[in-house]
């Protein structure tokens, strides 16, 4: 058996206690690694071979000397009776938008492809203060900007694990996929419309997005700054109740993260879902899309097994004394799409700028007469489609004369999909919500190259996510079932600011009165 | 022929004198380092980083807003002003702009001749530095350093009316800095930056013409010089039958000539938007209470003060509200004297200044403080010693850190004013010089201020001047 | 119906973002630009209130969670030369970059 079939907390259980080593527990994931990975995502990658198109390609850089310096460090902490951290020996991948000291910190992006950061982001650093193991960094959309993981510049991208043909999800694909396939127990990602929770829905594993500022942003390259969350993803939601719990809290190097009390989550997860209210939202059993002509939206009934498991896990939650509210108003949340392709093209517009060639990353070697020309080859040849998309979108969207349309009316927007949430959460309102219970995704996952190149389309995969990142509010997905391609449903929880012990405790109870469901025995077609 | 107003609006920069950079805890002044020493991830802009606000900042801000009679927010934000440059590490530059800091505000400015002119005040807020590129062989070379480096922006309405009056506006300003403790406002060093915004009209008209922008002028004298030259350049363009158009003109000091900048044909757009790593900064009552608390007395207050209290000339209250250790000084002193203020401030003026300049010092560095100033004084005042012994006095008190008294019992300094002993010194030196004696007799009478110098050497120095002449008048003037 | 991003504005996009394309790659970008902005038309059907406010953060920070302004305390980054080394281009110790385009005219 292998370490990497324990959960994280069992695994840093043992080590503590001496019964495992974390030098084993290292050795384990390494081979894990070697067994299903294939190569790890690179900037020229040739042609995709067939053994390519088996294998599920979460890694940019694999860390291994530093996995292996931590794992000693580790041991000889608890030879000599000490305590080495709750995430003592679990091995941890960072989605690659984190800056981690002494690593490539590349964004999947061409611009950042020989960036090695000087200094560390603050939650790698709780994590490995810890006691994790960082095996290295892993994939995403290029900059985050994406559903699928395709957009990365290193290829090949990460592929599902319970289906390689398909993406994992994104923009945290490698995140979602490297726990999946068991290449490690937890994963730091980000979330921004649903870039934790969707690809954690993808690839059935847990995801957690907590309220905005819970978790320090310091260290993570920015996309969209009012909505980016680093969050945990796990096998299951103690195990990211745990991470989390390491990571959150204030810091002194980030102005918007919250002074607010870092409880203990581990404390109350099994206190049981009894007499607490759980919404469902008629506005989140549909989804809809956009014409292709006229940008109307078109209102489409949810694939059927998707409601489904969204209804069954409804009922569970009732069996264990929890009360369904049914018929939540979110008129708003239809606008959660429209209002993030403006406020975060605005953000990431600006963000992207310090990408010129002058002090790090990518500069062109193509010839140039000017400092002008230098700009524009290095950010023409740096960036790829999906980044040039964001950053012209945030000009425009942003300029004086449309800055008023646009811009701000998408802050007013928010504002309403804010005050949706407020309602439903309001103790003295008509629904009085403990918690939202909706679909994850409008889909499961799609097959690769099925949808890159509609930019719109690939944008509404996030349409039942994103209203909790214009809110701040925290969200969690966790596996539902499979659907009968054998993939994976995620069911996502919402809750009010600071609500994560309510999500976790939650989703926790779900786990539990499912734990013996067929659906949970199933294994990912790489580790068949 | 018709006359021309001047109309001038001056946008200056000032560099506070923090510890550390707005945003990170670099260092503020790195002026004499080697580049791209003093920097970190944050002020270099590298991925991941975010500002964190220098509350020492703020409470500087505020309180150059609340000695400009700028109202301040409470609830204030920053803004991201988007724009390429190499010495824009983010591409951005975190600033304020409609809800900033500080809201209207004024200057009412003494003129030479007697009048005031009022200065209104559009824009105060804070923002941070960018780096310094210098160009060579084709290239620009980049330093990091200054990124960050915690500046306010102050812009005037445009109500200056000639370029001494913008001259005078920028010494008051800078004399204010200083006095307040938020800048050392050394133009030279860049503390204190000034763009010159520039139109003429006739006079009469209330009209805004079109105005050029006079940029990279390092001292208040350029200042001067270069306004000057546009409001010619001007005059004569619409005089020709021209018009003026808005450039951007660059201030050769060398040369001293105005070059046109590359004129934006459209005006840059900065796509403002609320920065949103920073959350709004809010400030409470008791907070702004505290910083008016802090504000104090005002240069051009004190000046006026001086004027109405003390009753001195306006030369010498400007003297001495130049600064606030000579103005602290120059009071205390008075107090101690307890008599004319005006006589301390001669002394001051005289003396002290010039000892402060050789030892370049400020006047709370002296170790002659200001009682002893004023014993000083009242020793020459009561004849105890005589006005010479009294200036040499103060050097040794300064040197020594000794009291007065003290000194003059050491080196028995008292003034010789016993009429007996100065007569039989005078008698002695008359003899001793017959030939010099039957000079002066015929005639020659600048002779005397020999003779006088001969009875101070011999009492060396202590000769009480005024009984001396007398008597060596008598002597001189008598016939054997 | 004209497309919102006609060409010549997209021209001016392109300028403003510091960016070169070849004609397809910005004859694509363009098209995608004005798909999404079909969606992003959207937010006009939202009744807004006059009072409704702009939101650049969803959560709230009351008093007790804002984080302390910073105390005014030199802490000198430990490796200054970690971060030059990322340039592409240094010379005595300045980044180099080539100059800007400046037409000084008289």
Known sequence: MSALDYAAHTIAQKVNAGELSAVEVLEDALARIEQVEGRHGALDYGELTDEDRKKVHAFITLTQDRAYAQARQVDALVSAGKLAGPLAGVPLSIKDIFCVKDTPSTAASRILSNFVAPYTATAVERLESAGALTLGKVNLDEFTHGSSTESSAFQPSTRNPWDPDRVPGGSSGGSAASVAAGEVMLSLGTDTAGSIRQPAAFCGVVGLKPTYGRVSRYGLIAFGSSLDCPGSVARDVRDAALMLGVMAGADPRDSTASLHPVPDYLAILSEGVKGLRIGLSPDYMQIAFPDPQTGALIRQELPAEIRNATLRAAEALADQGAEIVE??????????????????????????HRFDGVKYGYRTSSEFRDLHEMYRKTRAEGFGLQPKLRILMGMYVSAAQYSEQYYQRALRVRSMIRADFESAFDSGGAYRLDALLTPTTPTTAFKIADIYGDSVLMQYADQLTVPANHAGIPGISIPAGLDGDGLPIGIQLLAPDFGEEMLLRVGYAFEQATADAAWRKQKPQVLR | MTEYETVIGLETHIQLNTETKIFCACKADSWEDPPNTNICPVCAGLPGVLPVLNEAVVRKGALLAAAMHSEFRLKSFFDRKNYFYPDLPKGYQISQYDMALGNG???????????????????LHMEEDAGKTKYENGRRYVDFNRCGVPLVEMVTEPDLRSADEAAQYLIRLRQLLRWLGISEADMEKG??????NVSIRPVGSTVLNTKTEIKNVNSIEAVRTAIIKEVERQVELVESGGRVEAWTLDWDDTHHRLTKMRSKETEADYRYFREPDLLPLELDEAWREGVLADLPELPLERRARFLQDYDLPEYDADILTADRPISDY??????????????????????ILRMLNEQGISADQLLLKPDQLAAVIRMVDSGTINNATGKALLSKVQQTGKSPLEIVDAEGLAQ??????LQSVIDQVLAAHPDEVMSFRSGKEGLFGWFMGQVMRETRGKADPQLTKQLLLDALSKRD | MTDEIFPELFERLVDLAAFAFDPAEAEYLRQELNNQL?????????????????????????PQSRPELRKDLWVPFENPDEILAQAPQVEDRYLVVPDIPHTKLD
């Open chain 2, 191 to 196: 503390h204190l930056r000034c763009d010159a």
């Open chain 3, 38 to 62: 079909k969606a992003i038309h959207q937010l006009e059907a939202v009744p807004l209130a006059d009072d409704v406010p702009l939101a650049s953060h969803g959560v709230g920070y009351p």
């Open chain 1, 327 to 352: 018929g939540v108003p979110m008129p708003n949340m239809v606008y959660g799409i429209p209002a993030y392709f403006v406020v975060s093209r605005v953000e990431a517009a600006s963000n992207l």
């Open chain 2, 416 to 421: 010789l004013s016993d009429d007996a002993a």
């Open chain 2, 330 to 351: 120059f009071e205390a002193a008075v107090a101690a004297y307890a008599g004319d203020p005006k006589v301390v401030s001669n002394w001051i003026m005289n003396e």
């Open chain 2, 105 to 123: 505000g004024y200057l009412d400015l003494p003129m030479p001749d007697g009048s005031i002119r009022h200065v209104g005040i559009t824009k």
